[in-house]
């Protein structure tokens, strides 16, 4: 089967494009689900979070405050890295047994949304790797309406990551969403009729 890598950066429309390939009946997964059950009150995950960034990041009824989390680690580094070396592991096992028993089912690809795919260096796990774009304004815009945050905070979110076009240069199909969603969703149909047909490299 052929595994597909859903890729961008923050703010680009990723989950859209998921949503979009998901209604055209591709199987899909997404890694940030993935990463909130692992640190799932309960779990080691969340434990090794409290550990490590203390009771500060919990609201009251003992679950993790997710932005005051994200604020932290998107302004300090070695937080974000600390936090990424809890989650990756546990969230890449997750989607191997996911891509596993797609392939027991016969299923001919799956696609799953890793945002911060090319980061980890996981993109050789993937037989096609599909990256969002659009320019910076606005996915600068899109960020501080989704997170209700002014424009510095976008910004730091939006350095965080690997600049887009690089990532845009490593892709194999690339969906530009700086358009209308009609114009959005026709490269979501191209892009899964290849890949349902066995269109893809192979890394």
């Known amino acids: 089967m ?8 923050i ?20 890694a940030d689900s993935l ?7 309960g779990t ?3 434990e090794q979070v409290v550990s490590r960034f ?7 009824d003992g679950s993790l405050d997710r932005k005051a989390l994200a604020s932290l680690v998107f302004t300090d580094v070695d937080a974000r890295r600390a936090l990424e070396a809890i989650v990756h592991p546990v969230v890449y096992r997750a989607i191997e047994r996911w891509f596993e028993g797609l392939a027991r089912s016969g299923h001919g690809a799956g696609i799953a949304d890793i945002p911060l795919l090319f980061e980890t260096g996981r993109e050789h796990d993937f037989d096609a790797v599909v990256v969002t774009t659009c ?35 490593r892709a194999d199909h690339v969906i530009d969403t700086s358009g209308t969603f009609e114009e959005t969703d026709r490269q979501v149909r191209e892009i899964w009729t290849s890949l349902s047909r066995g269109g893809s490299p192979q890394r």
């Open 2 to 9: 052929i595994r597909v890598a859903l890729t961008g950066g």
């Open 11 to 30: 703010g680009t429309g990723k989950s859209y494009c998921l949503a979009k390939f998901a209604e055209l009946g591709a199987p899909t997964v997404n």
């Open 35 to 41: 990463a909130r059950q692992a640190v799932a009150p």
């Open 44 to 46: 080691g995950g969340f």
């Open 54 to 60: 203390g009771t500060t990041i919990l609201r009251a």
């Open 135 to 169: 320019p910076p304004a606005v996915q600068k815009a899109r960020v501080m309406k989704r997170d209700s945050v002014p424009l510095a905070d976008a910004e730091s979110r939006i350095a965080s990551q690997m600049p887009l076009e690089e990532k845009v240069t």
